[in-house]
């Protein structure tokens, strides 16, 4: 209870220092609300918008230095989605759909980045949810993976970030029939990205 009554007063500082510019401060960042999200449990409700705009902010933060090599952001990509697994466990879809569903389908944000992070975000809290919570609102979601916007990119981290998240709504069982043609058009664009993806490793060794 002690916890509780005080996590509205921790998860301001929490969420802030998730996107400090010292590694360890996120990485510690992220660890604390871990825990408090799980004594909370459905408490966290009120304060989930401010989470899952962190949480985003900072995977798409790591998303981007994992490309440069760096050593510590794939660890700290771990640790924060572990925090949305979590969170998602406790609070409705309808709370962060509207947040996330925008950037997905690139009405809001059109960077492949921010646009991949949003897609990780979607995929652990499904992971974390219940299907119960999940069903009413899968069709939705499958249909914010399926909008043309992505599928008219060639970009491979964006396949590979949609194909993660329709796997894991397959493997919620909340699908019901709403996932088998997200599904096709996944395989679809396995076949249209890795040609693209091979001719650019063929036209590198050539030079």
Request: glycine fraction near 4%.
């Amino acid at each position: 209870m002690v916890v509780r009554n005080n996590f509205r007063r921790l998860c301001p500082t929490l969420v802030r220092e998730l996107n400090d510019w010292i590694p360890r401060t996120r990485s510690m960042a992220a660890q604390l609300l871990y825990y408090l999200t799980l004594y909370c449990e459905y408490w966290v409700t009120n304060e989930a918008i401010a989470m899952v705009e962190a949480i985003t902010k900072c995977i798409f933060r790591s998303l981007a230095e994992m490309e440069t090599g760096d050593p510590e952001a794939r660890q700290l990509l771990r640790q924060v989605l572990l925090v949305a697994t979590t969170v998602g466990e406790f609070i409705d879809p309808s709370v962060y759909m509207p947040l996330l569903l925008p950037v997905v389908r690139g009405e809001t944000e059109t960077d492949i980045h921010h646009r991949c992070a949003a897609i990780e975000v979607l995929r652990a809290m499904c992971e974390g949810c219940s299907p119960s919570w999940l069903r009413p609102h899968a069709t939705v979601i499958c249909k914010a993976l399926d909008c043309p916007s992505i599928w008219e990119s060639r970009d491979p981290r964006l396949s590979t970030q949609i194909a993660r998240c329709a796997g894991q709504l397959a493997r919620s069982g909340a699908c019901d029939g709403a996932h088998d043609g997200l599904h096709d058009n996944v395989a679809l664009r396995r076949v249209r990205v890795e040609p693209a993806q091979q001719l650019g490793a063929d036209r590198k060794s050539v030079v």
